[in-house]
T-cell receptor, first 112, second 111 residues
């Protein structure tokens, strides 16, 4: 069974902290994505990556960075967390040849 | 600007009812349209549609795409409480692997 694993289901952080959200997929997919999901706004793309060490900005990259040192792992970094980054974060992966996203279970991040 | 719009935003029905969820889109270089079901966890894949007029079916769920009118519908017949979820529509467009999401339709099925 295909699997996308996000390291934390719930996370509470303080304003100004550096936050790491980890995502690992076991399907050898080339593409990986980070979305945030907010009520009334749907899923919005933060960053994505088509290959190792490669990254592209999505629609809302401000305040975030990413790292993809290995094919299976895609990390989202909040350099200095702010309250407006409280959200559900969803990681997804997809193979190049198939336009279908596989999602992780999500991380509900609260920044106090 | 590429856009995906879902309607209604929310829906409350009784068990046994039939529901129709709508998804319209305006994108450049359409590739496929996908439906996902999201309960309190990861969105799970339901259907991928690429060809117009061909119905995809899985049990009580079915979906069809109209590429001329730029929309898709998701039908659920004989609804059950387990169908309560947010249903997401996504469109893959552009040069590939760019996905645009609607805001979702929240379905509540009352016993």
């Amino acid at each position: 069974d295909v699997k996308v694993t996000q390291s934390s289901r719930y996370l509470v952080k303080r304003t100004g902290e550096k936050v790491f959200l980890e995502c690992v997929q076991d399907m050898d997919h080339e593409n990986m994505f980070w979305y945030r999901q907010d009520p009334g706004l749907g899923l919005r793309l933060i960053y994505f990556s088509y290959d190792v060490k490669m990254k592209e900005k999505g629609d809302i990259p401000e305040g975030y960075s990413v790292s993809r040192e290995k094919k299976e792992r895609f990390s989202l970094i909040l350099e200095s967390a702010s309250t407006n980054q409280t959200s559900m974060y969803l990681c997804a992966s997809s193979p190049h040849h198939l336009g279908k996203l596989f999602f992780g279970s999500g991380t509900q991040l609260s920044v106090l | 600007e590429d856009k995906v719009v879902q309607s209604p935003l929310s829906l409350v029905v009784h068990e046994g009812d039939t529901v129709t969820l709508n998804c319209s889109y305006e994108v450049t270089n359409f590739r496929s349209l996908l439906w996902y079901k999201q309960e309190k966890k990861a969105p799970t894949f339901l259907f991928m549609l690429t060809s117009s007029g061909i119905e995809k079916k899985s049990g009580r769920l079915s979906s069809i795409l109209d590429k001329k009118e730029l929309f898709s519908i998701l039908n659920i017949t004989a609804t059950q409480t387990g169908d309560s979820a947010v249903y997401l529509c996504a469109v893959e467009a552009g040069t590939g692997n760019q996905f645009y999401f609607g805001t979702g339709t929240s379905l509540t099925v009352i016993p």
